[in-house]
């Protein structure tokens, strides 16, 4: 009777799941993903224009699309995590394509004859005489970036969320780790990122491209198999089905039932009772807005109702699949509204670079790359991370009585402001590197600029403080207020502010070349106006910020019920039944 007491009650005893420990693996996987992936983007440009002879131009686009890809892709990798596979077999998945696309990077970089001579060092006024790439080669060429693209994206949606589901939302103790998780999160991303543009840049400029991105395929592979060995240790999430198809749903019948009075009192309204409820299952509170979606919710009365068919997916939604619908329509405003953020970072990330190539790179007799500039915001971030989570937070929490210290929208809203000054310092930089290029007369030289290559890393360290706000306020944010159905789907929301950031960048180039005559059209830095574009990068910040407060003060967070009775742990459940309101106001 012992033993079969001890087999019984084992499945309800708290599993030893989940927790630090387990998100530790996710810790790494993120960081060595992105250590990788930054290293690519910011050299990427110098790769372009030195090795496939790119033009100026056509490197920076080519930059920008690839990134964009990255993130952008990340909704379709949280979809399949969201649908069909945990977020553990995500990671495996994808991260397998990313190693095989890095793995055919190095073979070009390593074989002459799949990439044209290189003519890096031809001076700038030669430069259009070089061979360009052929169609073969560049078909390798964009084949393996775009499997690193497509790797990445499955990484990055299910990454994330598959750390933040080692703690639970309904525990009052693990709940208030959450939010430190995503700050964490970002310590083990800035990490990763200043080992990819210091140690993996290094490689790239001292031992070859071929090493660099053999490098970035091999630690990827192992960062895999780290993930793999604590699979015993994981919560992974059960696949509810698509949350596409019930955001479908919800509109479709709303549709359907747009003549139907909506009943005054909205506990007519079709909703999951307690009893069929799980533990895992989240009950939505009702809100206001967008009441014309509450009619998906209605409880028909006539003779199509007693039938089998009007109580399927398609014909009868509950109120929390409809509230869910809602929370996605309210998102797309705040993630719209961050965009412009992520097209100035695209910015920085390509012109910032070909700038550093210009200047004098050299500390006493040892010459930095310019690609391990985004070295300075990083240290930056490493040391303030820290102390956001040890020190701010526990004072700013004595004031607003806020558990994460200020609000998410807020911390988004510090980031906006951060990145409109660090457009404003870019532009007084390039403005002040111009005047030496003129004053030593050396504007249509190769050589490097008597101006040291620091100056750049002022924009970047305030870029790097607006990164810490925005990003994890987003990843916080996003997760937080999804329901349990769709967390990496959010999260991948977040990523494709990134996204269409750096589509739009590509789109913002040209318009101003347009629209100026030509402010950024020659090949060479020093003859361009990059100050000016500069300087309306942070106008149109400014004028982004303002649209951001609004869409932030329109925003209404969601609010949820849990019955936990009969599906928790009797050490979790103090009174019968908890009502819990997840409201930030």
């Avoid at 993930?227 to 359907?256: D, W």
């Avoid at 360290?461 to 769709?486: C, H, K, P, Q, R």
Wanted: hydrophobic content about 45%.
């Amino acid at each position: 009777m012992g033993m079969c007491r001890d087999v019984k009650t084992e499945p309800k005893q708290p599993p030893r799941l989940g927790g630090n420990r387990a998100a530790l693996f996710a810790y790494a996987i993120a960081g060595i993903d992105v250590m990788a992936f930054l290293a690519t983007g910011v050299s990427l440009v110098t790769y372009f224009y030195g090795f496939m002879n790119f033009s100026i131009t056509k490197s920076a686009p080519a930059v920008t699309n690839f990134m964009g890809t990255a993130f952008l892709l990340s909704l379709f990798g949280a979809f399949l995590s969201d649908t069909y596979l945990s977020r553990f077999k995500t990671c495996v998945l994808f991260g397998c394509i990313e190693v095989i696309g890095y793995a055919l990077l190095a073979v070009q970089a390593h074989f002459r004859q799949l990439r044209p001579f290189p003519c890096k060092d031809v001076p700038l006024s030669q430069m259009n005489q070089c061979e360009s790439a052929n169609r073969g080669q560049l078909a390798i060429l964009y084949t393996g970036l775009y499997l690193v693209a497509i790797g990445i994206s499955g990484v990055k949606a299910a990454a994330p969320p598959l750390g933040a589901d080692q703690y639970d939302e309904k525990d009052p103790k693990e709940a208030a780790k959450l939010s430190s998780y995503f700050n964490w999160l970002m310590f083990f991303l800035t990490t990763g990122a200043l080992f990819g543009v210091t140690f993996v840049v290094w490689i790239s400029e001292n031992q070859g491209w071929d090493w660099s991105f053999a490098v970035c395929s091999i630690v990827v592979g192992l960062a895999i198999l780290f993930l793999t060995l604590g699979k015993s240790l994981y919560r992974n999430n059960v696949t509810k089905g698509s949350p596409l198809t019930r955001i479908m749903q919800v509109f479709v019948v709303a549709l359907r039932n747009r003549n139907l009075r909506l009943p005054e009192n909205e506990h007519e309204l079709h909703e999951i009772q307690d009893k069929e409820a799980r533990y895992d299952t989240e009950i939505l509170r009702k809100t206001e807005q967008f009441k014309f979606l509450d009619r998906a919710a209605i409880n028909r009365t006539d003779q199509e109702a007693s039938t089998s068919n009007a109580q399927g997916p398609w014909k009868l939604c509950t109120v929390t699949q409809v509230e869910e619908t809602k929370i996605v329509v309210r998102m797309l405003p705040i993630i719209l509204s961050t965009v412009f953020m992520n097209t100035c970072l695209a910015q920085l990330q390509t012109f910032t670079i070909q700038q550093s190539t210009t200047m004098d790179r050299k500390i006493h007799k040892v010459e930095v790359p310019g690609a391990s500039i985004p070295a300075i915001p990083l240290l930056f971030m490493i040391i303030l991370i820290p102390i956001y989570e040890h020190v701010f937070i526990p004072v700013a929490r004595k004031f607003t009585r806020i558990p994460t210290g200020i609000r998410q929208l807020q911390r988004i809203g510090v980031g906006l402001i951060l990145s409109s000054v660090s457009m404003a310092v870019a532009a007084i930089v390039e403005k002040h590197r111009k005047s030496i290029a003129i004053k030593h007369n050396m504007v249509e030289s190769a050589s490097a600029l008597p101006m040291s290559v620091f100056w750049l890393g002022y924009q970047y360290a305030i870029f790097g403080l607006a990164d810490m706000f925005t990003l994890v306020g987003l990843l916080d944010f996003f997760y937080s207020e999804s329901s349990s159905s769709m967390k990496a789907l959010s999260t991948a929301i977040s990523w494709s502010s990134l996204a269409i950031g750096y589509y739009t960048s590509s789109i913002v180039v040209s318009i101003v070349n347009k629209v100026s005559g030509g402010w950024l059209a020659n090949n060479n830095l020093n003859k361009d106006k990059l100050d000016y574009f500069y300087w309306l990068l942070a106008g149109l910040s400014v004028l982004n910020f303002g649209f951001y407060l609004l869409c932030a003060s329109w925003y209404k967070y969601k609010k949820v019920d849990v019955n936990p009775e009969d599906n928790v742990p009797s050490n979790k459940v103090k009174e019968g039944k908890a009502k819990i309101e997840m409201s930030i106001v």
